[in-house]
């Protein structure tokens, strides 16, 4: 149940991060057009797009892009049968779990720490920068879940192409 939770939960961000992308070409797209025949900029657009969108496409997808196999990975240990290979690939999943877990962690107290202060980025618009920093605990929390939760399952999910 749990993993069937968390599917429906990168989906959803994996949705998020690809609508971030579709408003990043809409914005730079515009703002080139209207340069070019109005000679009027979309005032905005570097920000938003630096402060949002950008961290959104690089954090909100990467549990989805794992679980699908869609990662870049060097395997340098083949998957090896018996109680050996499944150590090795509990220790392959567990490591970068507790490493993102440790990203999700210091991102998530920076988020925090922006929100509870109000911190904003002054600009064309004042731009608060609590939502800024939040996609990237989001995104690696979700991460180190995915993982966590694939070390620990008792059959190996063989991703799908």
Known sequence: MFGSIL?????????????GLIAVVALINADI?????????????????ELYLM???????????????GHLALDFIPELPGQ???W??????????AFFGAVT?????????AFVNSD?????????LG????????????LALRLFHDAFAKEVRVPTD
Not at 90 to 95: A, P, S
Not at 120 to 128: A, L, N, S, T
Request: charged share 15%; aromatic share 14%.
């Open 131 to 142: 939502w800024a920093y939040a996609v990237a605990p989001l995104g690696f929390g979700i």
């Open 84 to 86: 050996i290979g499944r």
């Open 7 to 19: 599917k429906k939960i990168e989906d959803s961000l994996h949705l998020v991060g690809c609508l």
């Open 120 to 128: 904003v980025e002054f600009g064309v618009v004042d731009w608060p």
């Open 33 to 49: 057009l209207l340069r070019l025949f109005f000679n009027h900029p979309v005032q905005f657009q570097f920000e938003l797009t």
């Open 105 to 113: 962690y210091m991102s998530g107290r920076f988020a925090l720490h």
């Open 88 to 97: 090795i690939r509990f220790t392959r999943l567990i490591l970068p779990a």
């Open 55 to 69: 961290p959104a496409l690089a954090t909100l997808s990467v549990s989805r892009v794992f679980r699908d196999g």
